[in-house]
């Protein structure tokens, strides 16, 4: 009696021994595939949805019989035939082009051929802080005098690309009455050993996406900062979900 209970004993011990370890390759396992998830950063960039039509086939010349007339051409159906280079199916990127988003009031930014240009008035400081908005970027300063910023190689990482880039910028200004005219330009840029300066879409995404940290760098409290009013119309709204017709009921007993 003695020995069949401990037989049983040591069975569910074993039996327990095996689960664990099973659900710890199982959460390693998970694990692993949630961080090779995480990393793949194609799906900020693909189009969902069948992919069937990458394997259809060429269409085929048509061949019309001797016996059969043929309808005049007509220049409303004619196809074009244009060679296309570019990439196509999965390897297309859907990421539309990013914008100057100026976050200061009466700043006209133009983006052009790989350079961002934007008026300001002085009062704002601008100029003074674009230092520190790049120190924040770990953007190291090659030199830097009243009228130009040269900066050194700086990585430049971004949450939808799997490899950070390379960048060189250069920032100058020219003084205007009361305003003060920033100009942005890439120098360089490099994703490995793979030259981006010629691909116009990769150019516009990293000058106009440093012109935005600065951006919001600079930006004023009033755009940080939600206004009291409607901070306490937000507080309204959720005080009014919160209350419940319990209230009422007890104010109903206590008479």
């Avoid at 595939?33 to 960039?45: E, G, H, I």
Wanted: glycine share 4%.
């Amino acid at each position: 009696m003695l020995n069949s209970t401990l037989n049983k004993i040591s069975n569910i011990a074993l039996f327990k021994g095996n689960v664990i370890k099973k659900t710890v390759v199982l959460t390693a396992v998970t694990s692993l595939f949630l961080v090779s998830c995480s990393s793949d950063q194609n799906f900020k960039r693909e189009v969902e949805g069948n992919e069937d039509y990458l394997k259809s086939p060429t269409l085929k010349p048509l061949i019309i019989p001797e016996s059969i007339s043929v309808p005049a051409e007509s220049g409303e159906f004619y196809v074009v035939k244009t060679e296309f280079k570019g990439n196509l199916g999965k390897k297309l990127d859907i990421r539309p082009p990013i914008l100057p988003i100026p976050t200061i009031q009466d700043v006209l930014a133009v983006y052009n051929n790989g350079s961002v240009t934007f008026n300001v008035p002085l009062s704002n400081n601008v100029w003074n802080r674009i230092p520190d908005s790049l120190s924040r970027k770990n953007i190291p300063i090659a030199s830097h005098d009243n009228n130009t910023i040269k900066t050194n190689k700086a990585f430049m990482a971004r949450a939808d690309e799997d490899q950070a880039v390379e960048a060189t910028y250069s920032i100058s200004r020219q003084l205007l009455g009361d305003t003060e005219t920033i100009t942005i330009s890439i120098i360089s840029l490099t994703r490995g050993f793979d030259d981006l300066i010629s691909q116009p879409i990769e150019v516009q995404r990293y000058v106009v996406g440093l012109f935005n940290d600065i951006m919001d760098n600079v930006a004023p409290d009033s755009v940080r900062v939600v206004p009291r009013k409607a901070q306490n119309e937000e507080i309204e709204k959720e005080n009014a979900k919160s209350k419940k017709p319990a209230t009422a009921v007890n104010s109903a007993n206590q008479e």
